[in-house]
């Protein structure tokens, strides 16, 4: 059976590294990375392993090739505080290790995301698949300030079985989660000079049709008014996008 080792990244989740956590206890390897968490993160996290390492918070994608660089087993799970294994895709993933002649060196795997405490199927959420099973050797991490992933030099399959994500759990948490990433993606953006021109309709047409795909060409009114909702905060991640967008227009 070959190696596992799991790596997570903490800042503040106090309230939902306990269940994250539980949910990868059975790893060979377990390395936690936090960015410098005030609450009860890291007291929680050592009563799972020893291995807490604490390094001032750099960004999404340097802290998670960080955390990386710390691995040692021949295979990597990625994880966030804020999702868990289902108990199915445990067993999945233990069989997958049993077999060491695996066709494949990265596997994405399906995440069940929630929204205001309902599982979101529609939308385009569902099944929502993340490359977060990989051989560690053959992986490195995509570095954007927001959307980072990893980056496998081979063959990918996918898993069967779900990833739990409980997120946005309340609005106020989705609006304050909209602002950061809105401003994060501004920056990549701008950076990499894919947007240059704002203009009045940038802001009016982008978020309306980022709307329209998600509710109706996504269907995710079958998700009811959870799936409405949601619709119009995509909308306005996408409008705070380009009014961010337009605001680095006018300094420069």
Known sequence: MESLSVIVITQNEADKIRDCLESVSWADELIIVDGGSTDNTIAICREFTSHVLENPWPGYAAQKQFALDHATKSWVLSIDSDERLSDPLVQEIKALLANPEAEFDGYYIPRLSSFLGKPIRYGGWYPGYQLRLFRRDKTTVRQSRVHEGFLVNGK????????????????????????????????????????????????????LSAFLRQFLHLRGYRDGMHGFILA??????????????????QSN
């Open 156 to 207: 990918c399959g996918h898993l069967k079985y779900d990833m739990i994500h409980d997120t946005h759990t309340t609005i106020e948490s989705s609006l304050v989660r909209m602002n950061r990433y809105s401003t994060l993606e501004a920056e990549d953006r701008w950076e990499s000079g894919r947007v240059r021109n704002v203009t009045w309709g940038s802001i009016i047409v982008h978020p």
């Open 232 to 249: 119009l905060v995509t909308a306005m991640v996408k409008m705070a996008l380009y009014i961010k967008l337009w605001e680095r227009q």
